[in-house]
């Protein structure tokens, strides 16, 4: 059994003296330098290899010999997780979906190696307030790490309450201890209300409120003890939206943002109920920031529709103002609790349209409006009736009145936000730069790099009725002039963004945007009044949680990683609660756009929560590419081979299987695609050398194989063997008519539909090549033969879409040591990253890859992030959750690379030569590794310095089933 994990007096002391292993690092093995390699660097130039290694579980140096070194309990559980998310888990339960990562064993000088194998293991949860033990599991004989499931409610725990858990395995130590908070199960209290400021109007759209915390409340740690001491404070809250729109509230606690949202809404997948919900709430631990006296100030923002728009398409006027729902819920060191909702005494709140001023654009340049393809108005924010300090003083003057219940009517019932609250930033100090030619005070202030966030202006003093005029953009005019109109050398024609004015009053004053925007620069222009004294021009950041530490990447190609770090900001700088088309400009979450979006993030970050919330809004509100409704079979798929569970496809199963559009097969056997609306290929679409259309298209067809295929193995999984050998079926029998029907035996490839269609006549173009390939359609004898014509045609006029697709394509098939997968990735023409950032000074990519496209933010525009994880480095999982995985790199002209990708079950840490693989393998999981021969005379291979068998791979030479052990494992051809 674990030790002393059931005395929680000995739990904090445990948890320091033996802590949690940290994640595997990187250690440079290369020259003299002992510092730590940088992953994030654009500049092009040389690197210098790294190699994993794991850092010393305590006091004691792995390996260290001695009775000190024998006796000492194995490293503890790292990388907790609660229904998939990190620490500290929030809003989570009443099911509860427990999972960790098993250190590897000490490897002890002078004792034979083992296996990291866990074969018990105990969880043992802390009220945090009181410090009580709640649960403990006692000790459960089993190697399951991952998913391990428990009723809240059974255990008995409560909502609305925050734990602290451990878990230990075998006789180790206990983990860190790493908080969980659950959700509101039951519901917000009673005398919880929806607020807004009284006297509303049609035209009201802010509100701001404020509530400062009771002086006798509780004590603090530091202060008199006059009261109980306050050990947790959380925070549920939510507000009124349309999802296009994710600042409906922002919370200040004594001027410090804490969060913003509520953002889109989604189903209960994890409880396997598919009705979809528009209204989540967001949990926050304000533990840290809350003290007696605190101010908790809120900005609300109203619907603009009475009703939740999910589309483009919105015209009911929202006229009943907004509403705002929040609770905290303080709990006390001797166990007792309580909680302040919004509607109770204390809250007061003042209509804020006045400050905020929501307007129509006054810039008549439509990319620079801000209404992008949504409804919205921008803020012409009037800083002479700012109600001065009203976020952070005690008392204001005159005092507010009370808040008032509001009018607006509830869509649905409340929901837990399944994944991580957005995260709140501070973006790097802008460059300012004067442009002399203008007869106005004029400048332009780069950020550096795309962000979202919004603009926050700071002045000593100003004449009263200064106007500041702003337009941002993320697109400079590249000779370097300056337009006419906007009076920056922001590109009005070729570029998206935002013109507002900001009217200010005499003396210091800071006016923060609410609203977020997606851009880099802004033109900052005093039209009217004098240059204000001591103006400065900053900005807030908001982001989807990214850890930094999960991933990592570094080759000996300077290209390449400025290649990966360009795509690897689009998916963290540039998303928010859900992907999108773009934050810039659309702001609509589309199948497509998210089978790419999470699976570079998803090889970037574990997190899968992510992924699920967005792929449970999409499939509410489907798009309308039949191609791109028959792609969420794959976003299930993401979601399986994540977390090694199948509740998404046990949501959506019948809603899965519909949208594979295996409903169009007709008597030919094949998938009709004469009726609906198609894409083959977008921005740009292929030309007819590329694919000739046709009514039982190459590629829609490919679509509903791999899609019934994937259904199949999540059936099977799920023990659904009936569907699952249904499924399976289907899809044999339409890939055996599509044999029949479009492979053309003669020229080694499948035609763009049946090869004898007047409309086809024979022809198969680079799409059908690339697709098939990708499908796994195309006959082995055959794959590399269509992966040079592939090759050969390059990539070239396909777009985004287009690109992910033949990138994992020349990634399926092993013919060459990898050279023509990074050509293809480092290449500089115009269809490249490369061209994006040199020519551009793109920071995230483009819609349209190598054209600017009017927006710089795209996050399907990240191909190259599977295509280095899954075929320059050749990490691939081959068992759902990452149980099983290959290592198999295809460096080509690369002599060095190294990388770290986060699985549930832990970091695969991979630093790879040409002869060379060392690879640090998670403790429940199994590994391939294998080196390119080629046509080489290396025939053997040693593991950790010792022969082993071999297993001769299309050019590899692989050794199988390689565990994890206390370092990593190092492979070395011969």
């Not at 001695?66 to 609660?82: D, E, I, R």
């Not at 967001?282 to 939740?308: Q, W």
């Amino acid at each position: 059994m674990c030790i002393a994990i059931g005395q929680a007096a000995s739990l904090a002391l445990l948890a320091s003296a033996a802590a949690a292993p940290r994640p595997l690092t990187s250690e440079q093995t290369v020259g003299t330098s002992n510092q730590q390699a940088t992953s994030r660097s654009r500049v092009f130039g040389n690197g210098t290899a790294i190699v994993p290694t794991l850092p010393p579980s305590s006091d004691t140096e792995r390996g260290t010999a001695g009775p000190a070194a024998s006796a000492a309990p194995p490293p503890a559980p790292f990388q907790l997780m609660v229904n998939y998310q990190r620490a500290p888990a929030l809003g989570v339960g009443p099911l509860l979906r427990f999972s960790w990562a098993v250190a590897p064993p000490l490897g002890i000088s002078g004792m034979e190696e083992e296996d990291g194998v866990q074969e018990t293991y105990q969880i043992n949860v802390v009220d945090a307030a009181s410090g009580s033990v709640a649960w403990n599991s006692g000790v459960v004989r089993s190697n399951a790490s991952i998913n391990i499931e428990v009723d809240a409610r059974r255990i008995g725990l409560q909502p609305g309450r925050a734990y602290d858990w451990t878990v230990c395995t075998d006789a180790g130590a206990p983990s860190s201890p790493t908080r969980l908070i659950t959700a509101l199960w039951d519901g917000f209290v009673p005398n919880a209300r929806w607020i807004w400021a009284s006297n509303v109007s049609a035209s009201q759209h802010f509100a701001n409120f404020r509530y400062v915390v009771p002086q006798g409340l509780f004590s603090v740690t530091d202060g008199a003890r006059t009261a109980p001491e306050l050990k947790t404070a959380l925070l549920y809250v939510t507000a009124w939206q349309e999802p296009t729109m994710l600042s409906a509230y922002k919370i200040y606690i004594d001027g410090e943002l804490v969060s913003l949202g509520p953002g889109r809404g989604e189903a209960d997948v994890l409880g396997q109920n598919s009705t979809f919900l528009h209204a989540p709430y967001n949990t926050v631990d304000v533990t840290k920031l809350i003290r007696p006296a605190s101010v908790i100030a809120i900005e609300g923002m109203a619907p603009l529709f009475s009703t939740p728009c999910n589309l483009h398409a919105c015209s009911d006027t929202n006229t009943a103002g907004g509403g705002v729902l929040a609770q905290v819920v303080f709990g006390f060191e001797d166990g007792t609790s309580k909680t302040v909702a919004t509607g109770q005494h204390g809250w007061s709140a003042l209509p804020a349209d006045a400050y905020y001023n929501p307007s129509k654009p006054s810039v008549s340049i439509p990319q620079l409006t801000g209404e992008t393809a949504y409804a919205k108005l921008l803020e012409f924010t009037n800083a002479a009736v700012e109600v001065v300090g009203w976020r952070t003083l005690n008392t204001v003057s005159p005092p507010w009145p009370d808040a008032v219940e509001s009018t607006y009517q509830a869509w649905d019932v409340l929901v837990p936000r399944m994944g991580r609250p957005l995260t709140a930033y501070t973006p790097p100090t802008p460059t300012i730069t004067r442009n002399a030619s203008s007869a106005r005070p004029s400048y332009l202030v780069d950020f550096g790099r795309d962000f979202q966030g919004g603009l926050v202006l700071t002045v000593d003093d100003a004449d009263p009725g200064t106007v500041v005029q702003f337009i941002t953009g993320e697109l400079l005019l590249l000779n370097g002039s300056t337009d006419a109109t906007t009076f920056s050398r922001i590109d009005p024609s070729n570029t998206w963004g935002y013109g507002f004015n900001w009217t200010l009053r005499s003396g210091p004053q800071t006016i923060v945007q609410h609203n977020y925007m997606l851009f880099r620069y802004a033109s900052v222009v005093v039209v009217e009044g004098s240059l204000p004294k001591g103006m400065k021009v900053s900005a807030w950041g908001v982001k989807y949680e990214y850890i930094d530490e999960e991933s990592h990447f570094i080759s000996s190609n300077a290209t390449l990683n400025a290649v990966h770090e360009l795509a690897r900001w689009t998916v963290d700088g540039g998303v928010l609660d859900t992907y999108t088309d773009s934050n810039t400009r659309e702001r609509r979450p589309y199948e497509c756009d998210g089978l790419i979006a999470a699976t570079s993030r998803g090889l970037l970050q574990n997190d899968p929560m992510w992924g699920r919330h967005s792929h449970s809004w999409v499939l509410e509100v489907p798009t309308w590419p039949v191609e791109w409704m028959q792609m969420a079979a794959l976003l299930a798929w993401l979601d399986f081979t994540s977390t090694g569970s199948t509740d998404f496809f046990t949501t959506y199963q019948s809603r899965l299987y519909t949208r594979t559009n295996v409903g169009a097969i007709d008597g030919s056997g094949l998938v009709n695609t004469s009726t609906g609306r198609h894409l083959v290929g977008w921005d740009p679409a292929p030309t007819s050398e590329m694919f000739a259309n046709n009514a039982h298209t190459s590629v829609c067809n490919g679509w509903t194989i791999h899609g019934l295929e994937a259904l199949a193995a999540m059936a099977a999984a799920a023990g659904d063997s009936s569907n699952a050998s249904a499924y399976a079926t289907q899809a044999s029998s339409l890939k055996a008519a599509m044999l029949a029907a479009m492979w053309d035996a003669s020229a080694q490839r499948f035609c763009d539909g049946p090869c004898t269609d007047p409309r086809v006549n024979h022809h198969g173009g680079i799409t059908t090549n690339y697709f098939t390939l990708y499908f796994g359609l195309v006959p082995e004898a055959s794959q590399p033969h269509v992966w040079r014509e592939v090759v050969s045609a390059g990539l070239e006029a396909i777009g985004d879409y287009g690109a992910f697709i033949f990138v994992n394509a020349l990634a399926s098939v092993a013919v060459d040591d990898g050279s023509a997968l990074v050509n293809t990735l480092t290449k500089c023409d115009a269809a490249s990253w490369c061209n994006e950032m040199a020519t551009y000074n793109a920071t995230m990519t483009t819609e349209s890859l190598g054209v600017p496209h009017q927006t710089m933010s795209h996050p399907w525009g990240t191909a190259a992030i599977p295509a280095i994880v899954h075929g320059v480095m050749g990490v691939k999982q081959t068992a759902p959750a990452w149980e099983t995985f290959t290592v198999k790199p295809q460096l080509g002209s690369l002599t060095w690379a190294n990388i770290t990708v986060p699985t549930i079950r832990g970091p695969i840490v991979v630093a790879a030569t040409r002869r060379t693989l060392r690879v640090a393998v998670p403790c429940t999981s199994r590994a391939t590794l294998c080196v390119w021969a080629g046509q080489s005379a290396m025939t053997t291979l040693a593991l950790d310095g010792n022969p082993v068998a071999v297993r001769a791979d299309n050019g590899f030479l692989c050794a199988d089933d390689v565990r994890c052990r206390h370092a990593p494992r190092v492979l070395v051809a011969v």
